[in-house]
């Protein structure tokens, strides 16, 4: 069984910054693509950033330029740092991993981002 654990969410005033970890554990053999999602109150959950087990990223056009995802692979951990944040940015963040055939998502993480 595979755990995945979002941490670092909060509330920060529009232009700050939060760094959002997520954690795998568990039987994992091996990790292909780990992302970042967020879905907003009402809203569809919406894909802000991925990158593969080679480091290639792709993001979202509306964060582009404010936030990076990065991954440890040794820890099994995504990290998406996040800058310049903006009132729109806020919703709940989750992580997501692909292993083998499987997608497995985290409870999600709640950030706030104040005008």
């Known amino acids: 069984q595979v755990h995945v654990v979002e941490s670092g969410g909060g509330l920060v005033q529009a232009g700050g910054s939060l760094r959002l970890s997520c954690a795998a554990s568990g039987n994992i053999f091996s990790i292909n693509v780990m992302s970042w999602s967020r879905q907003a109150p009402g809203k569809q959950r919406l894909l802000v950033a991925s990158?593969?087990?080679?480091?290639?990223?792709d993001y979202a056009d509306s964060v582009k330029g404010r936030f990076t995802i990065s991954r440890d692979n040794a820890k099994n951990t995504v990290y998406l740092e996040m800058n310049n944040l903006k009132p729109e940015d806020t919703a709940v963040y989750y992580c997501?991993?692909?292993?083998?055939?499987?997608?497995?998502w985290g409870q999600g993480t709640q950030v706030t981002v104040s005008s």
């Open positions: 997501k991993i692909i292993t083998g055939p499987y997608n497995i």
């Open positions: 990158i593969t087990n080679r480091g290639r990223t």
